[in-house]
Every structure is written in C-alpha cells, then in structure tokens.
C-alpha cells in the first residue's frame, strides 16, 4: 500500500485536495469514485515530499494568521454544535482557508481522525499552527465532551489575542514611521547637501568646528564606503538576533523593556491580559490548575513572566495557593490581580474572576495605547529638534566664522 496526495474534484466541478493510502492509482481512483470525487492528479507522498527538498519558500509568507485560525474555531463550533461529523467539517473548512499549509495541515487532520485517531492527537503534527493552549483544551474538551463548549471558548480566547496584538502594534505604528522618515531625511541630507557644503568649506579653507567635521566625516563615509555601513547593519542585526536566542541575551533584553518608562507600563498589562485570558480559558474548560499555569506559561513572551508563572506551578504543586504563590511577583504582576485571585479561591469562581481581570487589562492596554501617541509625540519632536539643531548648527557655525572675518 502506498500513501498518495491527491487532486479531485466533486460532481460540481469543485476541486479537493488530500492523502489516501491505495494499492495503485487505479484503486485510488475507484476510492474517491466511490465518495463522489474525479480523480484529477495523483502523486506518491515520497515523490511530494522529493519535489518540497527543492521548493524554495520563505515560511512567513504562508504562516497561518490569528484571523484565519479564528474563524477556523468559531466555524468548527457552529458545525460541531450541528452534529456534522468532524471529518466533513474539516474538509468543508478547507475550502475556505486562504493558506496552503493551513489547508494540507487540516487535510491530513481529516485524514487521521478517519483512521481511527483522536482530533487532539491529530493536532500534535502541527505544533506550529495549533499552540499547546489549543492542543490540550481540545484533548479536554473530548475526554469531557464538551468539545463544542471548548471551541467556543477557545474562538473568545484567539479573538482576544487578536485584539490585544492589533493595539498595541497599531500604538507603535506612529513613532515607527516617525523615527524611519527622520532617519532617511537625515541620510538624504547627509548624502546630497553636506558633501556640496563641504566643499566649499575645503575652498574657502575655513578651520571647521569639531561638530562640523563629525557630519563631514559622517557623510564622506556614507557616500563612500556606504557597502560597509549595509555590512555594519546586517552584522549587528545578526549579532542582537542569536543574543535574543540566549537564555541572558533574552534576559537582558526582557529586563531593559520593563525598565523603559513609556514601553515598561504597556507590556506589564498585556502579559497581565494574556496570563488571566489564558488562565481563564484553561480552568474553564476543565484542565487542572497546575497544568493550566504550565501552559499559559508557554505562551508568554518575556522571560520574567513566564518564570513567575513555572515557579508559581511548582508551589500551587505543593499545595500553596495560587494568590500566595504569586505574591513574590508583585513587581511585575499588579497586587489587584494577587487580591482577586484570592477572592476567586474562597468563592471558588477563580476562572470567572481571571477572566474579568483580563477584561480589565485588556481595557487597560487598550486606553494606554491611545494615548500613547500624545505621549510619544512631545517626546519625538525633542528628538527631532535636537538632531535638526545639532545639524544645522555644525553646517551653519563656519558660515558665520567666514562672515566674522570678512
């Protein structure tokens, strides 16, 4: 038996793709006939795989996003809540998905579950597209069976995500292409008035200022040895790029972030947002607390975080209260999250409890980052100021020298 990836398409005329294990392609032929499909193209998997080695493809291009994966969740619930068994349900949604990794990811997804395999354990093949949170609520949620409750729960939680992301990368849009205009205006000059400047000032044979000579020499590198200055970027890139990748590279980058006064108050409440709204999600759906916190620890991005949250599990192992095991983090996580945690253990309403702070938090991050603008703008304009200050002066000094001597 060999396995095949597959081109049909239905009496329609609608076209379907998948991986069927047959004798031969005549037997696979006789399969899709049977399930109402037209063989169209078929290819061993070995072969497939053979022709993936010399596919040149850059993985961010075909990334599946946090919309996409939404309505894939939010679609799957209404269909599960239907009663549609889960393999038509997912070759129905690969009709419409965008991505070709998402679409073969939820093809071989079908493909498993047909042969016998739990949808949870399907979804371990793609760890890059369905994240531990989402893995292991589904593995809940069937074992419960109260898988359609869980989509819904886990469609809230992508949602949420989405919408923190989107605001607080739509607050660093502004300084962004304010910071990248100044810099390229900055280069422009650099490159085209000061060389024509500086000629004049080697006719006139005028003694120039030191911040003279610095732009001068600034800009006399850039037009000469500009492939040095690409070379210079791309090293330094390369450089922070494999320190971030180390454990006190990430450290100490996490650490300056927290320190930075504008920057420290938006990422405290959205790693806030994100531990209640995944904490929250998890215990709803019925997974025990210290794997809950196991895994919303997975899911934070600064280091601090997420060691407060692995420290914390092992203590709530113990036997500690999850409020008394995050006490000692009250520098990163606010008191009002410590004091509600501990109000949510004596009702016993801790998800409901987290999942309220994270509304909260959310609001938070959300009117924080609208006011960032005004907040950044003075700033920036200092900035500018003072780098067009320091320019003009440096160009303009050995004018007024050469008018003093005349």
Same mark, same amino acid.
């Given at each position: ?55 040149? +493809? ?17 679609? $799957?619930?209404? *269909? ?26 939820? $093809? ?25 949170? @989402? ?59 000061? %060389? ?40 330094? *890139? +390369? ?18 972030? $927290? ?28 997974? %025990? ?38 006490? %000692? ?5 606010? %008191? ?37 603008? +005004? ?14 200050? @320091? ?9 007024? +020298? ?5």
């Amino acid at each position: 038996m060999a396995t095949y990836t597959y081109t049909a398409k239905t009496l329609e005329g609608e076209e379907r793709e998948g991986v069927l294990e047959a004798k031969d392609k005549y037997q696979l032929a006789r399969i899709l006939r049977q399930q109402g499909l037209i063989l169209i193209q078929a290819e061993p998997e070995e072969a497939e795989k053979k022709k993936r080695k010399f596919t040149f +493809s850059l993985p961010f291009l075909d990334r599946v996003s946090l919309p996409e994966k939404m309505m894939f969740t939010r679609n $799957l619930q209404v *269909m599960v809540a239907a009663g549609l068994p889960l393999p038509r349900a997912l070759e129905t949604l690969t009709t419409q998905t965008k991505s070709k990794k998402f679409r073969r990811a939820l $093809l071989d997804i079908k493909e498993q579950i047909l042969k016998g395999k739990n949808f949870s354990d399907s979804l371990n093949n793609w760890p890059n597209i369905f994240s531990e949170l @989402f893995r292991n609520m589904i593995k809940v949620g069937e074992e419960a069976g109260t898988l359609e409750e869980v989509l819904k729960i886990l469609a809230q939680q992508i949602e949420r995500e989405y919408e923190l992301k989107s605001k607080v990368k739509g607050a660093m849009i502004y300084p962004a292409v304010i910071i990248c205009v100044m810099i390229g205006i900055g280069i422009l000059m650099l490159v085209t008035t000061v %060389p024509q400047l500086a000629e004049t000032f080697e006719e006139l044979n005028i003694e120039l200022p030191l911040t003279t000579q610095i732009v001068i020499g600034l800009a006399k590198f850039l037009t000469t040895k500009w492939y040095l200055v690409i070379l210079i970027i791309i090293i330094l *890139m +390369s450089l922070l790029s494999q320190g971030l990748k180390t454990k006190r590279g990430k450290r100490v980058m996490d650490s300056l972030i $927290l320190k930075m006064p504008i920057v420290s108050p938006i990422i405290k409440k959205t790693n806030s947002a994100s531990t209640t709204r995944t904490l929250s999600s998890l215990i709803s759906a019925g997974v %025990p607390i210290v794997r809950a916190l196991e895994i919303t620890s997975g899911t934070l991005g600064n280091i601090f975080y997420k060691n407060a949250i692995n420290q914390s599990a092992q203590k709530v192992r113990k036997g500690e209260k999850l409020s008394e095991a995050l006490k %000692p983090y009250q520098d990163i996580y606010s %008191p009002i999250i410590v004091q509600m945690v501990a109000v949510g253990e004596e009702t016993g309403e801790t998800s409901t409890v987290l999942g309220k702070l994270a509304d909260f938090f959310e609001d938070e991050v959300g009117r924080t980052t609208q006011n960032l603008a +005004s907040v950044i703008e003075p700033v920036l304009m200092v900035i500018i100021g003072g780098v067009i200050g @320091f320019f003009a002066v440096s160009m303009i000094q050995p004018m007024y +020298s050469m008018l003093g001597a005349i």
